[in-house]
Antibody, heavy 123, light 112 residues
Framework: EVQLVESGGGLVQPGRSLRLSCAAS????????MHWVRQAPGKGLEWVSG????????GYADSVKGRFTISRDNAKNSLYLQMNSLRAEDTALYYC????????????????WGQGTLVTVSS | QSVLTQPPSVSAAPGQKVTISCSGS????????VSWYQQLPGTAPKLLIY???KRPSGIPDRFSGSKSGTSATLGITGLQTGDEADYYC?????????????FGGGTKLTVL
C-alpha cells in the first residue's frame, strides 16, 4: 500500500524558516517524480514545487522561488521542502504528492497524496 | 487568478450527467496531459483522470475525461450524492524555462 506521510508543519513567525518532510512507502520511490502542493484555508490547490526521480530537474512556483528549496533522499525514501523567509500568505495545508512519471514536465497526474501538514505563519 | 479556468460551481440531480470544463492555453493544456482530481470535504485530493482520459484502477467508468485543443472536460454520469465534492483540473505549463505545475480554481459540484 502506497503511503505518504508529511511532517514538520506548525506555527511560525513571519520571516522564520521551517522544513517539511514526506516519508514514502509502498512503492519504488526513486522511480518517480515528487511534488509539494498546498491549499490555503478555504482555497484551491496550488502547485508549489516538483523534483524529478534523480533530482536532475526541479521547478518552483513563482510565489516561492528563491525562498523554498525542494530536495529528496532516495536512500531514505524521503522528500523535503525547506521554507525560508515565510510570509503570512504561505499559510496552508501542504501536501506531498507522487507523480505518475519519473520526470514532471508533460503533465500526467499525481496519483497518491499524503494527508498534509499544516503550516501557519503568524506573529 | 488560476492559470486554468473552471466554472466555480455546477449542479445536477441524482442519476443525471454533468460536465466540468477546464480552459487553458497552448503553453499548458494545448501541449501537455491533463489530470482531474476529486476532493471530498476534509480529505486529500484523489486522482480521477490522468493523461487526459485514463482512469486509475478503482475509479468507476462513470467518470470520463476528454481534451480538445486548449480545453479539457470532466464528465460524470449517474450522479450520486457521494459525488458532491470539489473538482480540480491540473496540467503542466511550459511557458517558463523550468516549467511549473498548474491547477484550475476548482469547481464545486452539488447533487440536488
Amino acid at each position: 500500500e502506497v503511503q505518504l506521510v508529511e511532517s514538520g508543519g506548525g506555527l511560525v513567525q513571519p520571516g522564520r524558516s521551517l522544513r517539511l518532510s514526506c516519508a514514502a512507502s509502498g512503492f519504488t520511490f526513486d522511480d518517480y517524480a515528487m511534488h509539494w502542493v498546498r491549499q490555503a484555508p478555504g482555497k484551491g490547490l496550488e502547485w508549489v514545487s516538483g523534483i524529478s526521480w534523480n533530482s536532475g530537474s526541479i521547478g518552483y512556483a513563482d510565489s516561492v522561488k528563491g525562498r523554498f528549496t525542494i530536495s529528496r533522499d532516495n536512500a531514505k525514501n524521503s522528500l523535503y521542502l525547506q521554507m525560508n523567509s515565510l510570509r503570512a500568505e504561505d499559510t496552508a495545508l501542504y501536501y506531498c504528492a507522487k507523480d505518475i512519471r519519473a520526470v514532471a514536465g508533460i503533465g500526467g497526474g499525481y496519483d497518491y497524496w499524503g494527508q498534509g501538514t499544516l503550516v501557519t505563519v503568524s506573529s | 487568478q488560476s492559470v486554468l479556468t473552471q466554472p466555480p460551481s455546477v449542479s445536477a440531480a441524482p442519476g443525471q450527467k454533468v460536465t466540468i470544463s477546464c480552459s487553458g492555453s497552448s503553453s499548458n493544456i494545448g501541449n501537455n496531459y491533463v489530470s482531474w482530481y476529486q476532493q471530498l470535504p476534509g480529505t486529500a485530493p484523489k486522482l480521477l483522470i490522468y493523461d487526459n482520459n485514463k482512469r486509475p484502477s478503482g475509479i468507476p467508468d462513470r467518470f470520463s475525461g476528454s481534451k480538445s485543443g486548449t480545453s479539457a472536460t470532466l464528465g460524470i454520469t449517474g450522479l450520486q450524492t457521494g459525488d458532491e465534492a470539489d473538482y480540480y483540473c491540473g496540467t503542466w505549463d511550459s511557458s517558463l524555462s523550468a516549467g511549473r505545475g498548474v491547477f484550475g480554481g476548482g469547481t464545486k459540484l452539488t447533487v440536488l
